[in-house]
């Protein structure tokens, strides 16, 4: 099968260092992974092309990197399916952490966001007589969180990451889930509170934008995103609720739920605690000015005409 693999190249120690894109063109076999055509490169073609792999089993998560556009693991994705008509795969480093030399990138940015969530369970109250005891269906529904491998897929994908750095992240919000979905951590009622309250402040979980692409790029199927929300709805339950993004989800759920649609006018006021709040009110001028000069500020709210459906679905899954 005739593949050409074009990589994003970057060499560090060249004496005028810069990105560039080179174009290898070869021959490998039907059933071949994009990592089998990187090593047949490596080996045979350009012995100064970086790549890190290791188990090529998609167990290690060495060889995490872009792959036409998207994150995955390259000993995990079939060449054959990654062609697009003219038989070219795209490939590059992951993103956000930063290239060092051609698909090699700097994972210090993704361990720090882990260090920072609290590690251990860390339960609350007098121990029990014997073991602290976890149902078998909780543990069941923790395998799937305590599936990830580290590879960083998900970080790299992540769009907030790509304009805050300062954001957790996918892969520690997910690993944090880990603990607060334990019945074993917090109080009798695995409940933690502590670590609910500290994900929640600026730059934690309140933060994702939801846009499922480190759901698309894990290859585990942890869906940190999903994780990310339930988070959400754990910190709500515990009652915090006077934040940001506690009331932008209110406010979101309530507009829809009466109207049919979202009222993008009362979103952000209600986000912040009201127009009482004069430094958030006017921390939102600059973007209010470009969405009006862009036509994008809505002056009137219509109610859909079905609105009565949207209604009757929100009551349903109230009661459910």
């Known amino acids: 099968m005739d593949v050409t693999v074009k990589i994003k190249r970057f060499d560090p120690d060249a004496d005028h260092p810069r990105v560039e894109w080179q174009e290898y063109p070869l021959s490998v076999d039907e059933n071949a992974t994009v990592l089998d055509a990187l090593i ?16 090529r089993s ?23 399916e990654s062609m697009d008509e ?78 805050d750095p300062t954001f957790l992240g996918p892969a520690a919000l ?31 979980m309140w933060d994702c934008t939801r846009c499922s692409e480190c759901v698309q790029a894990c290859p585990k199927g942890v869906a940190p995103m999903d994780r990310i929300m339930a988070l959400r709805d754990q910190a709500m339950e515990a009652g915090f609720s006077n934040s940001n993004g506690a009331r932008h989800a209110n406010s979101f759920t309530e507009s829809v739920g009466k109207n049919g649609r979202l009222d993008e006018l009362k979103l952000p006021i209600q986000s912040v605690g009201g127009v009482t709040n004069i430094p958030a009110m006017l921390s939102y001028l600059p973007v209010g000015l470009r969405a009006l000069t862009h036509g994008k500020v809505p002056f009137r709210h219509h109610v859909v005409a079905d609105a009565d459906t949207v209604r009757r679905l929100f009551q349903e899954l109230d009661q459910s």
């Open 40 to 55: 047949v490169i490596r080996e045979e073609m350009d012995g100064t092309l970086s790549l890190r792999c290791s188990c």
């Open 58 to 80: 998609a167990i290690c998560g060495s060889c995490a990197m872009r792959i036409n556009g998207h994150a995955g693991l390259a000993c995990k994705t079939k060449a054959s």
């Open 86 to 163: 003219n038989g070219v795969i795209v490939v590059e480093p992951a993103g956000v952490m930063g290239q060092l030399k051609d698909l090699v990138v700097d994972f210090d940015l993704f361990w720090r966001k882990i260090e920072q969530v609290e590690p251990f369970l860390q339960p609350q109250g007098p121990e029990p007589e014997a073991e602290y005891i976890a149902s078998n269906e909780s543990m069941l529904h923790l395998s799937g969180v305590t599936a990830c491998i580290m590879c960083g897929a998900c970080v790299s994908d992540c769009t907030v990451l790509e304009v």
């Open 174 to 204: 997910a690993k944090a889930y880990r603990f607060t979905a334990d019945p074993r951590d917090g109080d009798d009622n695995g409940v933690s509170r502590e670590r609910l309250a500290a994900l929640g402040e600026v730059s934690g």
